[in-house]
């Protein structure tokens, strides 16, 4: 008997000729290669080490070198001869330019930033969550003489391992929050985090009603950030503060706190029109 034609025409009775299944692979490798492209744009100019995609999606080897190569082909993706990492490619700027508007947060949360540095003389930053990420989007330098700049416009992190994508996680339902810490378990030990710290931070944010890093992402530092929400209460922002340790006492991290978040719903105001 050919028992590979028995298979088929048994998988054949068994799945009717409409069957989703191909469908839901079709969907399921998308997943798969958008999860690849997000590690890569962490990494930016540099790249990313092949061994740290496979780490951070929790991906086998031969599927990211499957998915890597396919948009390789694409033009999605390049390969530094260099180093060996794999960077985002230069046609994914260029699919961009197909949107060059800001979006309408941007434009909600110009006059804010711009009244919120003034206010308090330190940086500012407007963080956007994308997927499991946080990115920069906006970063507002303040007078005072020295200046944290901790991060880039275009800078993309773990949600949890920033005061930012703490201050999102918190304004999360704790189930969301908790589904997202355990899906970037991985990728915290290269920000020596770890998911019970960030889950407590999340619970610290949340009662103290803004989020904040004692120690921040540049040693010496500390920030504090507010959450700004959309129409429908989902978290999709947070708006920072980074300063050196010295200038964030007691007292004043109040007093900024309370600028943050008066100019937070500001921008959720404009935000609904």
Request: some cysteine; proline content about 6%.
């Amino acid at each position: 008997m050919n028992y590979g034609v028995l298979v088929h025409n048994m998988d054949k009775r068994r799945k009717p000729a409409n069957s989703p299944t191909e469908p839901r692979q079709g969907a399921q490798a998308i997943r798969r290669a958008l999860a690849v492209l997000r590690i890569l744009a962490a990494g930016r100019e540099d790249g990313v080490p092949l061994a740290e995609v496979v780490q951070a999606t929790g991906l086998t080897r031969p599927t990211v070198h499957r998915i890597v190569h396919v948009l390789i082909e694409e033009g999605i993706v390049e390969r530094h001869d260099r180093t060996g990492c794999y960077a985002i490619g230069n046609q994914v700027p260029e699919l961009a330019l197909a949107r060059p508007q800001p979006s309408p947060l941007l434009v909600a949360a110009g006059p804010s930033l711009r009244r919120a540095s003034a206010a308090i003389g330190d940086t500012l930053f407007l963080t956007v969550r994308t997927g499991n990420d946080t990115l920069c989007v906006d970063r507002r330098i303040g007078a005072y003489p020295i200046q944290v700049l901790s991060i880039d416009v275009g800078a993309r992190r773990p949600l949890g391992v920033s005061s930012a994508g703490v201050a999102i996680l918190a304004a999360l339902p704790p189930q969301d929050a908790r589904k997202l810490v355990a899906a970037n378990e991985k990728r915290f030990e290269s920000y020596r985090t770890d998911a019970a710290t960030v889950l407590g931070q999340v619970v610290a944010a949340r009662r103290r009603g803004y989020g904040m890093r004692e120690l921040g992402l540049v040693q010496g530092t500390k920030s504090i950030s507010t959450w700004i929400k959309t129409p429908d209460g989902r978290p999709a922002a947070a708006m920072t503060v980074s300063a050196v340790r010295t200038r964030l006492g007691p007292r004043r991290e109040q007093e900024v706190a309370e600028i943050l978040l008066r100019e937070a719903r500001v921008i959720e105001q404009a935000i609904r029109g």
